[in-house]
């Protein structure tokens, strides 16, 4: 139990996780206010699925700009920034929605305007925990993250549910853009280091180029990030089928899709925590072959169960499993990148889950028009297991230190006392260097 909640200690870390928590139980009463309002209007799955796309394709486009922004300027002022446009956002959805006179259009139009503003939060955000905790710590305020977000999952679409029932979708809105005012009061009250600026000689395009030959040259952050772009693509958007399940097949109402929600959430938080307790030596590598198999099982068990309490345990089982495709893939990129380039290659992260699962959302989304949601989850089921035997070599490697004498701009290698030891994961095969004279230094 020490151990699983050991990132607590930090004083910056708990303010950050309290002030998150508030925040994240309004975006996903949004969320699912968003969800059910279109589906109520449209009852179109191909809707829902442009809905996704709207609200997260903007972070595939501007990802890497946001990954660039948070290593050339102070991560926690870009946070601050990012934060108070999103309460903006909020208030001008409940705006529209109380004042009536309101079509999907716009609710899309804000959708996008959200999605750009998360194209530079989401680097901010998570470069930012490190600066918050000691490095021992990090795995383990990965992993409290994942939880954090999963138990607000948990509550927040429930309360949805109750609110879209009695208050209507308007009073969801409303609550989302208050929330935002704990994060914000979060964020001043920490006591990060001082900000030192550092001098940018290079353009922004160079440090875009910079961040993908830094990935190119480790494989191990490459692998990991292409599996979990496969997944986001092909099957974490089974969340864009949930309202047809609520309303069709268990045929319920808004508060039924709030308790499906609610379940997948329940099934994550148990994912997280069980990550936030493993040793920081664990394999991680075979917990997240483990776990994808538990998602695309859950998935495949969940598709065609007609009785609502078992589909609720598969639902649980499937959001155990799809904790493994962030949090580990987080960890090992957090816990393995250079410093300098932490936003960038932290962009990339984005650009692979929240850039490629929009995608995913609208290509659901119209398959279900023709096989259906149950066969539709099926299929996302089964390409679960194809993606597993497609990265199983990756998967079934062992993880193991290495050293490289990083060089300077002269091309003199840094003194013995000043090398740079990479940590695990990095491939050492030596290979030509496109970028000779750029030197991987910690901030």
Same mark, same amino acid.
């Given at each position: 139990?020490?151990?699983?909640?050991?990132?607590?200690?930090?004083?910056?870390?708990?303010?950050?996780?309290?002030?998150?928590?508030?925040?994240?139980?309004?975006?996903?009463?949004?969320?699912?206010?968003?969800?059910?309002?279109?589906?109520?209007?449209?009852?179109?799955?191909?809707?829902?699925? @442009?809905?996704?796309?709207?609200?997260?394709?903007?972070?595939?486009?501007?990802?890497?700009?946001?990954?660039?922004?948070?290593?050339?300027?102070?991560?926690?002022?870009?946070?601050?920034?990012?934060?108070?446009?999103?309460?903006?956002?909020?208030?001008?959805?409940?705006? @529209?929605?109380?004042?009536?006179?309101?079509?999907?259009?716009?609710?899309?139009?804000?959708?996008?305007?959200?999605?750009?503003?998360?194209?530079?939060?989401?680097?901010?955000?998570?470069?930012?925990?490190?600066?918050?905790?000691?490095?021992?710590?990090?795995?383990?305020?990965?992993?409290?993250?994942?939880?954090?977000?999963?138990?607000?999952?948990?509550?927040?679409?429930?309360?949805?549910?109750?609110?879209?029932?009695?208050?209507?979708?308007?009073?969801?809105?409303?609550?989302?853009?208050?929330?935002?005012?704990?994060?914000?009061?979060?964020?001043?009250?920490?006591?990060?280091?001082?900000?030192?600026?550092?001098?940018?000689?290079?353009?922004?395009?160079?440090?875009?180029?910079?961040?993908?030959?830094?990935?190119?040259?480790?494989?191990?952050?490459?692998?990991?990030?292409?599996?979990?772009?496969?997944?986001?693509?092909?099957?974490?958007?089974?969340?864009?089928?949930?309202?047809?399940?609520?309303?069709?097949?268990?045929?319920?109402?808004?508060?039924?899709?709030?308790?499906?929600?609610?379940?997948?959430?329940?099934?994550?938080?148990?994912?997280?925590?069980?990550?936030?307790?493993?040793?920081?030596?664990?394999?991680?590598?075979?917990?997240?072959?483990?776990?994808?198999?538990?998602?695309?099982?859950?998935?495949?068990?969940?598709?065609?169960?007609?009785?609502?309490? @078992?589909?609720?345990?598969?639902?649980?089982?499937?959001?155990?499993?799809?904790?493994?495709?962030?949090?580990?893939?987080?960890?090992?990129?957090?816990?393995?990148?250079?410093?300098?380039?932490?936003?960038?290659?932290?962009?990339?992260?984005?650009?692979?889950?929240?850039?490629?699962?929009?995608?995913?959302?609208?290509?659901?989304?119209?398959?279900?028009?023709?096989?259906?949601?149950?066969?539709? @989850?099926?299929?996302?089921?089964?390409?679960?297991?194809?993606?597993?035997?497609?990265?199983?070599?990756?998967?079934?490697?062992?993880?193991?230190?290495?050293?490289?004498?990083?060089?300077?701009?002269?091309?003199?290698?840094?003194?013995?006392?000043?090398?740079?030891?990479?940590?695990?994961?990095?491939?050492?095969?030596?290979?030509?260097?496109?970028?000779?004279?750029?030197?991987?230094?910690?901030?």
């Amino acid at each position: 139990m020490i151990r699983t909640f050991n990132a607590l200690h930090s004083r910056n870390y708990r303010l950050y996780v309290y002030g998150q928590f508030v925040s994240l139980i309004g975006t996903w009463m949004q969320r699912t206010a968003v969800s059910w309002v279109v589906y109520t209007l449209t009852h179109s799955s191909f809707m829902l699925g @442009l809905t996704f796309f709207a609200g997260q394709f903007p972070s595939f486009v501007l990802g890497l700009f946001g990954g660039v922004v948070s290593d050339r300027y102070d991560r926690f002022r870009v946070l601050l920034f990012t934060q108070v446009a999103s309460l903006i956002q909020a208030g001008a959805l409940a705006t @529209l929605i109380l004042l009536g006179h309101y079509t999907v259009w716009e609710m899309l139009m804000l959708s996008v305007m959200l999605g750009c503003i998360n194209a530079f939060d989401v680097p901010a955000r998570q470069s930012l925990v490190y600066e918050m905790v000691e490095k021992d710590q990090l795995p383990n305020a990965l992993a409290l993250n994942s939880s954090m977000v999963n138990m607000a999952r948990l509550v927040g679409p429930a309360m949805a549910g109750i609110v879209l029932e009695k208050l209507g979708a308007g009073i969801c809105f409303v609550l989302n853009a208050a929330s935002f005012i704990a994060v914000i009061s979060s964020l001043l009250r920490m006591k990060l280091k001082p900000y030192v600026p550092r001098p940018h000689n290079k353009k922004a395009l160079t440090d875009l180029k910079e961040g993908l030959t830094y990935l190119r040259q480790t494989p191990s952050i490459a692998t990991v990030i292409l599996m979990l772009a496969a997944m986001s693509l092909f099957v974490i958007p089974y969340a864009t089928m949930m309202p047809v399940y609520a309303k069709e097949i268990f045929k319920g109402n808004a508060s039924t899709f709030g308790y499906i929600d609610s379940f997948i959430g329940l099934g994550a938080i148990a994912g997280a925590l069980y990550l936030a307790s493993v040793a920081p030596d664990a394999d991680r590598k075979k917990i997240l072959r483990r776990n994808t198999l538990l998602f695309g099982l859950g998935l495949v068990l969940y598709s065609h169960t007609t009785w609502f309490p @078992l589909a609720m345990v598969f639902a649980m089982l499937s959001g155990f499993g799809m904790m493994a495709q962030t949090t580990v893939t987080n960890t090992i990129i957090q816990t393995t990148v250079e410093p300098a380039m932490r936003g960038r290659v932290i962009s990339y992260f984005a650009m692979a889950y929240f850039g490629m699962m929009p995608v995913g959302s609208l290509l659901i989304g119209t398959v279900s028009q023709y096989i259906g949601a149950q066969n539709t @989850l099926l299929a996302e089921g089964i390409a679960a297991f194809i993606i597993i035997g497609i990265f199983w070599r990756y998967l079934r490697g062992k993880e193991t230190p290495a050293t490289e004498t990083i060089k300077t701009v002269d091309d003199s290698p840094l003194p013995a006392s000043e090398e740079l030891e990479l940590p695990p994961l990095i491939d050492t095969t030596p290979k030509q260097n496109p970028l000779k004279n750029t030197v991987w230094k910690s901030a």
